[in-house]
């Protein structure tokens, strides 16, 4: 009986801890930081203003926020004392500390965290002009493939238009019978070259049908190489040289560029207490240099600068840029981690805020802030233009259809008239002179042979 009381009243006791700490305002302690918490005007909003409103709503207790005194988020001295925001829950200043907090074991010594409300990791955001290496066909990068496609079947359908007209137009080919066409399909598909090199081909075609058509494509050409030469010459970077960065054993191999980490930050432990011998060499780097920086925002201020590379927390880095379209973070994803909230250690209160975050995972309400927070304004000091779309040379496409149509029917225009006139030297009808005329210019050259042998015998 005495055991179950002391069980009742136990329980009993922890329940009003809870409730007595539920009603309390409770302070709470954070660090400005895009988008986690920023200041509007009096007030402060952000990630983790919404994140720790929803929160109070489900476990039912009201509060106050301020921001943490040194602005740092919580790092262990020598003689073993903590600073920032982990330094005022452990001295009692603060009851919970709201923030990108990364939950590691050290902070879980000292003080309570609850399950995370965000997994990130350590990744690297530099300048796109250093991290990303010239490739062997960037001089296909000013049109889309789309375009290139576009581009060949032009190339195609005009050198077959030459070389039709070149057969129908009697005007080019007076005597099918007896002379060779110069515009064969092979002859036709250089002479189209030629033209879009700006090197021309001769002999160039005699009859307006074919002027026409090698017309419309000159004007196409002339159009498409200043497209081209505009867009290659915008798309080239002003450095001379380029570095390809694209993870942390790429950056640990070079010196070109100085890289640095935010200084007494989780990601500067990480690298200290690794035996990977890679992230030594950073950590290595980083020390023998101190180059480290005071904040995130001075981070992504000399990354934009150049010729530095800023290490962080990838979901803070993924933020940098969604906000400047020249900067970018490199696929490589090292140490994931969590950011969770810091409460005293033993707290009855971490229970409650851990089922909380939890059920607004499970809702689908971490997402929708993620996404709320993290929306892309991407402000480019110098984009780099984008490839030319098929959309954008439809007039000029159209054109060089117009031409090779108005072209080829010109030539059977030409072959109608001709015809005509034949059929009424020799008293046919029209429609069997064109049919026979059609039929002779058509065939391949390998057909004319048998007439050419046997004039050869007549002689």
């Not at 934009?304 to 969604?322: H, P, R, Y």
């Not at 906000?323 to 409650?352: D, F, Q, T, W």
């Not at 031409?403 to 020799?426: D, I, N, V």
Request: proline share 3%.
């Amino acid at each position: 009986m005495l055991f179950a009381f002391f069980l009742l009243s136990s329980g009993f006791f922890l329940d009003l801890v809870v409730c007595t700490a539920a009603q309390t305002e409770l302070r709470i302690t954070t660090i400005k930081q895009e988008p986690y918490t920023m200041s509007k005007g009096s007030q402060l909003e952000g990630f983790c203003m919404d994140l720790l409103s929803e929160v109070a709503k489900k476990v039912g207790f009201k509060y106050k926020v301020k921001l943490v005194k040194d602005s740092s988020y919580g790092r262990q001295d020598d003689n073993g004392n903590w600073n920032g925001m982990i330094g005022e829950v452990l001295r009692g200043e603060a009851d919970l500390a709201i923030a990108p907090l990364t939950l590691t074991a050290a902070r879980e010594k000292v003080v309570g965290m609850t399950k995370p409300f965000m997994q990130t990791g350590i990744s690297i955001l530099l300048r796109k002009d250093i991290s990303e290496g010239a490739g062997f066909f960037d001089f296909l990068t000013p049109f889309t493939s789309e375009t290139w496609i576009g581009i060949l079947i032009a190339y195609m359908g005009t050198a077959a238009s030459i070389c039709i007209a070149s057969r129908l137009s009697p005007c080019e080919w007076s005597e099918a019978q007896s002379e060779g066409n110069r515009f064969s399909f092979l002859y036709s598909l250089w002479y189209t070259a030629g033209a879009l090199t700006l090197q021309g081909a001769g002999p160039h075609p005699k009859a307006i049908s074919g002027r026409v058509i090698c017309s419309s494509w000159w004007l196409f050409s002339v159009v498409l190489l200043a497209c081209y030469f505009s867009n290659l010459s915008s798309s080239k970077t002003p450095e001379s040289s380029q570095l390809t960065v694209k993870g942390f054993e790429d950056l640990a191999s070079q010196d070109t560029i100085q890289y640095s980490c935010l200084a007494g930050s989780s990601t500067l432990a990480f690298f200290k207490n690794s035996n990977n011998p890679v992230y030594r060499r950073i950590y290595e780097h980083m020390e023998r240099t101190q180059s480290f920086v005071s904040s995130m925002d001075e981070g992504v201020k000399r990354a934009k600068e150049g010729n530095f590379a800023f290490i962080g927390e990838s979901v803070s880095l993924d933020l940098a840029v969604a906000r400047h379209c020249e900067l970018v973070r490199v696929h490589e994803v090292i140490g994931m981690r969590g950011y969770s909230i810091a409460a005293p250690l033993g707290s009855p209160i971490i229970k409650n805020l851990s089922v909380a975050i939890l059920q607004l995972s499970e809702a689908g309400e971490l997402a929708y802030l993620r996404s709320k927070w993290w929306a892309s304004s991407c402000i480019a000091d110098k984009a780099k233009p984008a490839a030319v779309q098929p959309h954008r040379l439809k007039g000029m496409f159209l054109v060089l259809a117009l031409g090779l149509g108005l072209g080829t029917c010109m030539a059977f225009l030409e072959l109608t008239f001709k015809s005509r006139r034949k059929a009424a030297e020799q008293q046919k009808s029209c429609c069997t002179v064109l049919t026979e005329e059609l039929s002779l210019r058509l065939k391949t050259s390998s057909a004319n042979k048998p007439q050419e042998n046997a004039d050869k015998e007549k002689a």
